[in-house]
């Protein structure tokens, strides 16, 4: 795809009648030359100024448009003034775009206006997965013109659809998920292939991260939620016993889920509960870019809720195509710490002990359990990778910060096409072998 800009500087005309001694004329247009509107909002004319030696000659101006407020696209207000010997146009842009979306037009380097063929839309989802979800889109000419509603609420659905599947805190009229299947763990139960398809999914890679992962971890990770639920609503804060986390990793065994690929259905051992956390927003991410890619956009970026962020296509305005993100800082002294490149197909998603967690005697319990020691591990304050895969993308992340620096570090390295930065403790940046080098722009530390 091809970006076809336009430069143009704003019009604001003056005119001096050069055949007219001592004559003062002036002919321009009262607010701005390019203006956005929503389908179905009333276009409000602005209105032009014309005078000659002081005098206002308004009535020597005629005013014609082609707008039609109903339908998306690229209309023209002109105004012709026909005074004496003089015949002058101007001509002001109206963008007509679906809800979220206008024309997109920006300033370059040299503070001249770009006008392109791209029209961008945005969306922001906040009922699902516990977090916001943010969805920029840009496309060419009058490809999507009013479909950008259509876009949203397929997104939507799918975000809708696996929020319902992979809650483990809820049940919903008509789903049976993740919560139904912990509810009656020994019972078989025939769920939807999404659902199957994202326990199968994480069954099948959960071992190609040193084992730092286990969908099966449920009833550990239970016990420190109520712990840290009860240090944030009762004020009561403590650490749960390694007796009573032994006892329930007793039933953390993930060979003791039996799947039918045939039937779709699933069946645990006694006790057991599925957790999706660590790769459920990843794995989501994964179907809305499949879904995303099938269309002819020319670019796109999803904020699955900060931590998880997918792009796909080109930026609309930068000549190497590529988008900068910023890594949040999780000290919090600024907003963030590094800022990278991204192109089309990556995936930035981090990791980190500042969003979820309770302080016991000035110690950080966060939420990411180590899968064998049963702790909240802490040997930095985040990681962020960047790969080419959600799904993994996620799983990666949540095993990473299990790991040390080091052990990240020669894991990473030997993975291709995978690399990440790290948080330090003492607020020093690592890095993998090549992060630098492919998507590093500036750190801030």
Request: hydrophobic content about 30%; some cysteine.
């Given at each position: 795809?091809?970006?076809?800009?336009?430069?143009?500087?704003?019009l604001?005309?003056?005119?001096?009648?050069?055949?007219?001694?001592?004559?003062?004329?002036?002919?321009?247009?009262?607010?701005?030359?390019?203006?956005?509107?929503?389908?179905?909002?009333?276009?409000?004319?602005?209105?032009?100024?014309?005078?000659?030696?002081?005098?206002?000659?308004?009535?020597?101006?005629?005013?014609?448009?082609?707008?039609?407020?109903?339908?998306?696209?690229?209309?023209?207000?002109t105004?012709?003034?026909?005074?004496?010997?003089?015949?002058?146009?101007?001509?002001?842009?109206?963008?007509?775009?679906?809800?979220?979306?206008?024309?997109?037009?920006?300033?370059?380097?040299?503070?001249?206006?770009?006008?392109?063929?791209?029209?961008?839309?945005?969306?922001?989802?906040?009922?699902?997965?516990?977090?916001?979800?943010?969805?920029?889109?840009?496309?060419?000419?009058?490809?999507?013109?009013?479909?950008?509603?259509?876009?949203?609420?397929?997104?939507?659905?799918?975000?809708?659809?696996?929020?319902?599947?992979?809650?483990?805190?809820?049940?919903?009229?008509?789903?049976?998920?993740?919560?139904?299947?912990?509810?009656?763990?020994?019972?078989?139960?025939?769920?939807?292939?999404?659902?199957?398809?994202?326990?199968?999914?994480?069954?099948?890679?959960?071992?190609?991260?040193?084992?730092?992962f286990?969908?099966?971890?449920?009833?550990?990770?239970?016990?420190?939620?109520?712990?840290?639920?009860?240090?944030?609503?009762?004020?009561?804060?403590e650490v749960?016993?390694?007796?009573?986390?032994?006892?329930?990793?007793?039933?953390?065994?993930?060979?003791?889920?039996?799947?039918?690929?045939?039937?779709?259905?699933?069946?645990?051992?006694?006790?057991?509960?599925?957790?999706?956390?660590?790769?459920?927003?990843?794995?989501?991410?994964?179907?809305?870019?499949?879904?995303?890619?099938?269309?002819?956009?020319?670019?796109y970026?999803?904020n699955?809720?900060?931590?998880?962020?997918?792009?796909?296509?080109?930026?609309?305005?930068?000549?190497?195509?590529?988008?900068?993100?910023?890594?949040?800082?999780?000290?919090?002294?600024?907003?963030?710490?590094?800022?990278?490149?991204?192109?089309?197909?990556?995936?930035?998603?981090?990791?980190?002990?500042?969003?979820?967690?309770?302080?016991?005697?000035?110690?950080?319990y966060?939420?990411i359990?180590?899968?064998?020691?049963?702790?909240?591990?802490?040997?930095?304050?985040?990681?962020?990778?960047?790969?080419?895969?959600?799904?993994?993308?996620?799983?990666?992340?949540?095993?990473?910060?299990?790991?040390?620096?080091?052990?990240?570090?020669?894991?990473?390295?030997?993975?291709?096409?995978?690399e990440?930065?790290?948080?330090?403790?003492?607020?020093?940046?690592?890095?993998?072998?090549?992060?630098?080098?492919?998507?590093?722009?500036?750190?801030?530390?």
């Amino acid at each position: 795809m091809k970006k076809i800009g336009i430069i143009i500087s704003v019009l604001v005309l003056s005119l001096i009648l050069t055949g007219c001694q001592n004559q003062d004329f002036t002919f321009e247009l009262i607010g701005e030359t390019y203006l956005n509107h929503t389908v179905d909002s009333p276009y409000n004319e602005k209105g032009f100024m014309a005078k000659s030696d002081g005098n206002d000659i308004s009535s020597y101006v005629t005013i014609e448009n082609n707008i039609d407020t109903t339908a998306s696209g690229d209309y023209e207000v002109t105004y012709t003034l026909d005074y004496e010997n003089i015949t002058e146009t101007l001509t002001r842009h109206v963008y007509y775009r679906d809800q979220g979306c206008s024309k997109y037009i920006y300033e370059d380097d040299n503070d001249d206006i770009v006008v392109t063929n791209l029209t961008q839309c945005g969306v922001q989802f906040t009922e699902y997965l516990d977090t916001y979800i943010t969805l920029r889109f840009y496309y060419e000419d009058d490809s999507y013109h009013d479909q950008a509603t259509h876009i949203y609420n397929n997104v939507e659905n799918i975000l809708k659809d696996y929020h319902k599947l992979s809650d483990k805190y809820d049940v919903y009229d008509g789903y049976v998920n993740v919560k139904s299947i912990n509810n009656n763990p020994t019972e078989v139960h025939t769920i939807d292939q999404k659902l199957f398809d994202m326990i199968q999914f994480t069954l099948e890679h959960q071992d190609e991260v040193n084992n730092r992962f286990n969908i099966a971890l449920g009833p550990v990770l239970n016990i420190w939620h109520d712990y840290r639920d009860n240090c944030q609503i009762n004020n009561v804060c403590e650490v749960p016993s390694m007796t009573e986390l032994e006892n329930a990793d007793a039933y953390t065994n993930p060979a003791d889920i039996v799947l039918d690929e045939q039937n779709y259905t699933i069946q645990l051992g006694p006790s057991m509960s599925l957790d999706l956390g660590g790769v459920s927003k990843g794995f989501i991410s994964g179907v809305l870019t499949d879904y995303l890619d099938a269309l002819d956009l020319y670019g796109y970026l999803i904020n699955n809720g900060e931590s998880n962020i997918s792009i796909g296509g080109l930026h609309p305005s930068r000549d190497n195509g590529k988008y900068i993100l910023a890594i949040t800082d999780p000290t919090f002294r600024t907003n963030y710490y590094a800022t990278v490149y991204l192109s089309d197909g990556d995936q930035l998603v981090t990791s980190g002990d500042y969003q979820k967690y309770y302080i016991v005697d000035d110690t950080v319990y966060h939420h990411i359990i180590h899968n064998e020691t049963l702790m909240p591990e802490r040997y930095s304050r985040s990681v962020s990778i960047v790969t080419d895969d959600p799904g993994l993308a996620d799983l990666y992340s949540t095993a990473l910060f299990t790991m040390t620096i080091q052990e990240g570090q020669t894991f990473v390295n030997n993975i291709d096409g995978l690399e990440a930065i790290w948080y330090g403790l003492d607020d020093t940046i690592y890095f993998s072998e090549n992060f630098e080098e492919d998507y590093l722009i500036e750190t801030f530390k």
